[in-house]
C-alpha cells in the first residue's frame, strides 16, 4: 500500500473515530439535558417535543437522538413513561403522604404520621403546594446526620382555596398580595373579577387555578373585607383567614325564627319534671347563653340530689335540617376579644335553648345522689324539664362562698343594685362548693393535672378600643362549675363506654404526652430550678402540678404554663375511646355545652337514642364527624388566639414611649420574643436591630450570644424592651431592646 492510500486510510479512521467521540459526547449531552428537565419539574410529564424545546434542539437528527436516548432511559429504568410517550423523572427516595407546614422564612416540613422526623423541603421543592395541604413527599437518599430532605412531588388535597390580602390594583388587573406569611405567592385577579375593590383594600381573595406556564395563581375577588387597619376590617379577616363565617346565611336565619320554641304540655309529659327544685345558674357576668344549671335538694337519708341540667338543642336541632346542617359546618362558637360567633342562631342561643331565670325550658339532665364526701351513690340521664330560680355570676357566687352571706353588694352585682338571696340557696352554693373540692382532690391524687392559666382579658370601651389589660383567674365559684361539669361528661360517657356489647359513642380523648416533648421541657424548666419527674405516667402527673404550682405568681409563670401546655397531646373527639389523660379519667364525653358545641348534640341524640333500647349505629359515620369536629375547634381556638393577639398590638400602640419589663419567652436564629411582664403582651426583638454587638443563635443554650462581648440572653432572662413599631395589619409587634435591668 503506497503512502498516498495508507494516508487516506488513516484520516478516514481518525475521521470516523472523531465522529464517534462526538455522536458520544452528543449522547452525553442530551442524556444530561433529559434528567435537567425531569428532575427540575419532578412532578410533571413531558413528551419529547417539550423537552426538544426547552433543550433546543431544533435539527432532525438530534430530535432522533433524543427519542432513541428516552426509549433508552425508560428500558434502563432510569425515568418513569406515565402515559404514552409522555416522561417523568423517577423517585429518587421513598414516597409518603404528608401535611405541608410552612415556615416564616418560606421552607416547609412534610409531618408524616408514620416517621419519626418531619421531612424538610426548602423553597424551590415546593412545587406550589401551600401551607396545610395534604401532598405526596419524596425523601431524598439520607446524609449522614442530617434529617430527611425532601420534595414535594403531588398535591393531593389542597387545605384551602381563600386568602386574605391586600389589592394592588393595575389598570387592567390586580394582584392581592396574602397577609399570612405563609403564603409565598402573589394572587393575579383578571379585570372581570375583580369587581368593586379598590387599590389598598383589604379582600377576601378565591384561586380559581394556577396555569402551568403561569408565576402565580389566577384569583377572583369574592369579598370586601375593607380598609386595613380598621377595627370591623381586621376582625373580619381573623374570620376569613380561617374559613369562619361572620353572620348566619339568611335562609338559616328565617328557618330558625320560625320554629316554634313555646313549652307545649304533651312534651312536658314525655318528661321528668323538675320545676318545682332549688335550681340556679353560675356564668361570666356578660354570658347570654345560659348551657347549664345546677338543682339542689338534701335528701331524708341525708344525702344530696344534685342536677346537672343541659339546655336541650337536639329537641329543636332536627337532623336533616337547614340548621342541622349550618351547626355541624360551624361545630363550635368563636370567642373572640370583641364578640362571639355563635354556633346557632340567637333565637335558640340567647332565648329558646339559653336557660335564663323564671323561664321554663326543656333539659337533658345527669341526676345524681351524693354523699357528704362527694361520692356518687346513685345516677339518673333523661330528658326534663326546669325552671330556673336565681341566675348568678361568677363573682356573686364567690361572694356567697367568702362570705358564707346571701346580701350581695352593689359592687358585685350584676342587676346595677344590691339583692339578698335566700338562706336555701347561700347553703346550696356553699354544700356544692364543699363537694367540689372533695371531687378535685381525689381527681389531683388520680393524676389529674391542673392547668389554671392566666386569661388575658381586656376593658373596651365602646369603640372596641383597648382601655386595659387584666387576667382572669379561676376561683372557687369557677371550679365548682367546672367540678359538676367534669362529673356529668365522666358519668355519662362512662354509664355508654361500660355497656356490652360496645356501642357507638363520641367522647373526647387526651393521649399521654411525647417523651420527647416532655425531654424538652425538662430541659427549658431547669434554667429556672425547676425539674420534673419522669419515671412513669403518675411521677409525670404529679412533677407537673408542682411545677405549675411553683410557677405562679413568678415571672416564668405564663412561659411555664405554655410551654407545659405544648408539651401535651391534643385533646380530641373520636368514637375510639382511650381514656383522658389531662383529666385521669378512663371514659370522657363532652355533654354539657350543646349550645356552642356540635359533639355536645351527638352526645345527647346517642344517649338518648340508647335510653330508648336503641341498636349501635356504625362509627365510621360519628368518626368523620368527630374529626370534622376537632378541626373546626383547632381553627376556632386560633381564630381566639389572632384576635387577642391583635387586641394587644392595638393596646401596645398608645405605650410606645414606655419602657417594660418582660421575660424571654423564645428564642429563634432571627430573633427573640419578649412578653411584657405586667400585661402578658408578647413581641419580637429583631438580632439584626441589636446593635451593640454580632449576635448568634445558640439552639443548644436557647440563647443568642455576642460574638465580641459574649454577652448572652436567654430564655426566661428578664430585659427591658420599648415598642419599636406595631403592625395591625400584619399582626406584628416588634420591640427595641434596651438590655438587662439593673440590679
Known sequence: MDYNSYFSMQIKNLMSKKKKRAKSHKRNEITKGIFS???????????????????????????????????ELRNEKRILENARGKYQAMSNGTCYQGKVDITARGNAYVVVDE????????????????????????????????????????????KKKRFVGIVDLQKTFAFVRPTDIRMYTDIFIPLENIGKAKNGEKVLVEIMEWPDKAESPNGKIIEILGKPGDHHTEIHAILAEYGLPSAFPDEVEI???????????????????????????????????????????????GNFSIGIHIADVSHYL???????????????????????????????????????PHEDKYTFSAIFEMDVTGSVKNQWFGRTVINSNERFAYEEAQYIIETGKGSIPESVSIRNKAYSVNEETVNAINTLNSLAKKMRSRRMDSGAISFDKVEVKFNLNSKNEPEGVYFKEAKDSNKLIEEFMLLANRKVAAFIGKQKPTKTFVYRIHDQPDEEKLLALNSIISRFGHKLNLKDK??????????????????EQN??????????????????????????????????????????????????????????????????????????EILASSAERDSIKYMQIKFMQDHKDQEFKGVISGVTEWGIYVEIIENKCEGMVRIRDIKDDYYTFDEREYAIIGERTHKKYQLGDIVVVMVKSTDLVK?????????????
Do not use: W
Open 37 to 71: 428537565v425531569l428532575e427540575k419539574e419532578p412532578s410533571k410529564s413531558f413528551n419529547y417535543k417539550q423537552i426538544a424545546s426547552k433543550l433546543e434542539l431544533l435539527d432532525t437528527e438530534n430530535r432522533n437522538l433524543l427519542i432513541r436516548r428516552l426509549g
Open 115 to 158: 416517621l419519626d422526623s418531619d421531612i424538610f423541603v426548602p423553597y424551590n421543592r415546593l412545587n406550589r403546594a401551600f401551607h396545610g395541604d395534604i401532598v405526596e413527599v419524596d425523601i431524598f437518599k439520607k446524609k449522614s446526620s442530617k434529617k430527611p430532605e425532601g420534595e414535594i412531588k403531588r398535591i393531593l388535597e389542597r
Open 255 to 301: 328557618y330558625a325564627n320560625s320554629l316554634d320554641t313555646s313549652i307545649k304540655q304533651e312534651e312536658v309529659l314525655k318528661r321528668k319534671d323538675l320545676r318545682e327544685f332549688l335550681t340556679f345558674t353560675i356564668d361570666p357576668r356578660d354570658a347570654k347563653d345560659f348551657d347549664d344549671a345546677l338543682s339542689f335538694e338534701v335528701l331524708d337519708n
Open 318 to 356: 332536627k337532623p336533616d335540617s337547614i340548621l342541622e346542617q349550618e351547626a355541624y359546618e360551624r361545630a363550635t362558637s368563636v370567642y373572640l376579644v370583641d364578640r362571639v360567633v355563635p354556633m346557632l342562631p340567637e333565637i335558640l342561643s340567647n332565648n329558646a335553648c339559653s336557660l335564663r
Open 538 to 555: 403518675k411521677a409525670v402527673s404529679s412533677s407537673l402540678n408542682k411545677l405549675l404550682e411553683d410557677v405562679k405568681g413568678k415571672k
Open 559 to 632: 412561659l411555664v404554663d405554655t410551654l407545659a401546655i405544648r408539651s401535651m397531646s391534643k385533646a380530641i373527639y373520636s368514637t375510639n375511646n382511650i381514656g383522658h389523660y389531662g383529666l385521669a379519667f378512663d371514659f370522657y364525653s363532652h355533654f354539657t355545652s350543646p349550645i356552642r358545641r356540635y359533639p355536645d348534640v351527638m352526645v345527647h341524640r346517642l344517649l338518648q337514642h340508647y335510653l330508648e333500647g336503641g341498636k349501635s349505629p356504625s362509627s365510621e359515620i360519628y368518626e368523620e364527624m368527630c374529626k370534622h369536629s376537632s378541626d373546626m
Open 731 to 743: 399582626r406584628h409587634l416588634d420591640f427595641s431592646l434596651l438590655g438587662k435591668p439593673e440590679e
